[in-house]
Antibody
């Protein structure tokens, strides 16, 4: 069974850092692009960052560029999101999602249940 | 900054048909943006429905279909059932960036 399990969320103060992890199983992790998507309380989905299977390509939303870093360890089947200089507006449920990117098809087909990040003093 | 817009809310009767749309401030939405559609219910992970405009995942019910309509991506739901009440989000790909629409809340009354 294909599964994604996020962890690492918690309560932090503004300006602090947090690292999220997403453990993958049931598919060839190194062959799949991966993304982080968040949902702030009462808001819609917001794409945060994506990374290619090899790790050679990384993309970020403008709202997190320069503060967040996506990475992966294909030997551990794990995706990470290092979040620095956290702000109140980063408070959200953070999902990781598996992506398939081919010439004809782009899609996110598997999602984790999410991990909650709360930034508050 | 690219903004993707959807209807904030739609209401449909059981058994009816409803169409959600997804527009971009960059201009007409084409298949090159690989439109995706997701259903999202409270407390659950988003459920992928449609990818690359009109392709269904193996688990997508037949009553859901995707298309391009008047310069927008569209999701049509036919034979609406009470359990279809949820938020629906579109996703567009802009090269390396991805942008979600604001979502549409579907009420089945």
């Amino acid at each position: 069974e294909v599964q994604l399990l996020e962890s690492g969320g918690g309560l932090v103060q503004p300006g602090e850092s947090l690292r999220l992890s997403c453990a993958a199983s049931g598919f060839t992790f190194s062959s799949s692009a991966m993304s982080w998507v968040r949902q702030a309380p009462g808001k819609g989905l917001e794409w945060v960052s994506s990374m290619s299977g090899s790790g050679g390509n990384r993309f970020y939303a403008d709202s997190v560029k320069g503060r967040f870093t996506i990475s992966r360890d294909n030997s551990k089947n794990t995706l990470y999101l290092q979040m620095n200089s956290l702000r109140a507006e980063d408070t959200a449920l953070y999902y990781c999602a598996k992506e398939e990117i081919t010439f004809d098809y782009y899609y996110m087909d598997v999602w984790g249940k999410g991990t909650t990040v709360t930034v508050s003093s | 900054q690219t903004v993707v817009t959807q209807e904030p809310s739609l209401t449909v009767s059981p058994g009816g048909t409803v169409t959600f749309t997804c527009a971009s401030t960059t201009g007409a939405v084409t298949s090159s943006y690989y439109p995706n559609w997701f259903q999202h219910k409270p407390g659950q992970a988003p459920r992928p429905l449609i990818y690359s405009t009109s392709n269904k995942h193996s688990w997508t019910p037949a009553r859901f279909s995707g298309s391009l309509l008047g310069g927008k991506a569209a999701l049509t739901l036919s034979g609406v059932q009470p359990e279809d009440e949820a938020d629906y989000f579109c996703l567009l790909y802009f090269g390396g960036a991805r942008v979600f629409g604001g979502g549409t809340k579907l009420t089945v009354l």
